[in-house]
């Protein structure tokens, strides 16, 4: 006689970026019959946004960026999962989604819950668009609009705007390209030497750097058209421009947990507050965790670091299914370190790495060499188990 296997629990992970891939190849490496892994997500694709910067300029390689969820488990339905939905509302185990999904309908129980809800940033850094085919349609409007573009302005000098003004002056040389930027200096959480040297690779290419002012904004913002504008700044600037692309502002979407469990968001920045075993700060839900970009954590907000965060979430969780307790918990170790490569075009990049030990900063001889034009996606095709070729790219 066949004994039937008991009924799994659910592990769920709100969002699909960087911080539920890591949990989910960590979890499918050592995965526990009594539970599954449950990464609900609106988006049809993973997103590889580390390219769009690039793909907001150049063509042909923008289906390559949008890479299916289907294979993450390898096929293994007890392993996990991804849901296509949007959660609207989080309860103590469970969350109700905007529509209908196979098996759960419009609710999903769970045992343990991941936070990794992520943040809002303007396209093109980030995507509202909810499948491939709306992604890559968003990406073709800018290229349209920087093409047809003579003086392109791109307005806030974070990681995105600066890839995004080096592409543009590289892609079109002749364009009168400008950079501008509310502080005095790029990426103050780095070393002195990456705003050096970023400064350098943008002026070679011949990008017009206003630093130290900032932008009058229209109630509206800017759309995406090309029409002859006029940007105010608060230092008495007007600037003559027929393209101005936002990229600025970073906002968590910590709303969700917010309604949950108020103590648990930063009331000043409304981030996710989080303990060192990166449970949220709200001892009523020692169940509830968090992480990624939406944490109030000092490392910084990258794709590593998400990982390595949702990495560390899982353990935990998987210390508790196992019968640990509290005190069994690993704090999560951060070092505090700032990691970054950014890249300016086809040869041009700034990296700050330890890989060698010491923290230090490599210019284009070493960051900037065989930067393929889709900045590394295939890698996120191997983490869902999916080949990067002809048959499989339009999946």
Request: net charge neutral.
């Amino acid at each position: 006689m066949v004994t039937a296997s008991p009924p799994q629990k659910n592990i769920v992970i709100i969002g699909g970026s960087c911080a539920a891939m890591g949990a989910a190849l960590t979890w499918g490496e050592k995965a526990l019959e009594s539970h599954r892994l449950i990464i609900i997500d609106v988006k049809s694709h993973f997103n590889h946004v580390f390219a769009f910067p690039r793909a907001a300029v150049k063509s042909g390689f923008e289906r390559e960026l949008f890479v299916p969820y289907h294979n993450l488990f390898g096929g293994d339905d007890r392993k996990g999962k991804v849901l296509h939905a949007r959660v609207t509302k989080l309860f103590e185990h469970h969350v109700e989604l905007d529509r209908e999904v196979p098996e759960f309908g419009t609710k999903v129980e769970f045992d343990y819950l991941i936070y990794g809800a992520g943040t809002k940033i303007p396209a093109p850094g980030r995507l509202a668009a909810e499948t491939k085919a709306a992604g890559i349609d968003t990406l073709k409007k800018y290229q349209k609009a920087i093409e047809e573009a003579e003086r392109p302005v791109v307005i806030g000098a974070g990681a995105v705007g600066i890839e995004l003004a080096a592409e543009i002056k590289e892609h079109y040389p002749e364009k009168h390209v400008t950079l501008l930027h509310s502080r005095s200096g790029y990426l103050p959480r780095f070393k002195k030497s990456v705003d050096v040297m970023t400064y350098n690779i943008l002026k070679k290419h011949g990008v017009k750097q206003i630093l130290g002012d900032r932008v009058i904004l229209p109630e509206q913002g800017f759309p995406l058209e090309v029409k002859p504008i006029e940007i105010h700044t608060r230092g008495g600037r007007v600037i003559q421009s027929d393209l101005a692309i936002m990229c600025i502002g970073m906002t968590p979407n910590s709303q969700l947990l917010a309604e949950l469990s108020p103590k648990s968001i930063n009331s000043d920045n409304k981030f996710v507050k989080v303990k060192p075993t990166m449970q949220i700060q709200d001892d009523q839900y020692p169940h509830i965790f968090a992480a990624g970009d939406v944490l109030d954590h000092t490392d910084v907000k990258t794709g590593h670091f998400a990982w390595v965060q949702g990495i560390a979430a899982l353990n935990n969780i998987m210390t508790l299914i196992n019968g640990g307790s509290q005190e069994d918990l690993r704090p999560y170790v951060s070092y505090d370190v700032a990691l970054i490569r950014l890249i300016l075009g086809n040869k041009e990049a700034v990296m700050q790495t330890n890989m060698l030990g010491p923290l230090v900063t490599a210019g284009s001889w070493i960051a900037g060499r065989n930067i393929p034009d889709n900045i590394y996606a295939a890698r996120a095709w191997a983490w869902v188990r999916t080949p990067l070729d002809e048959e499989h790219a339009d999946l």
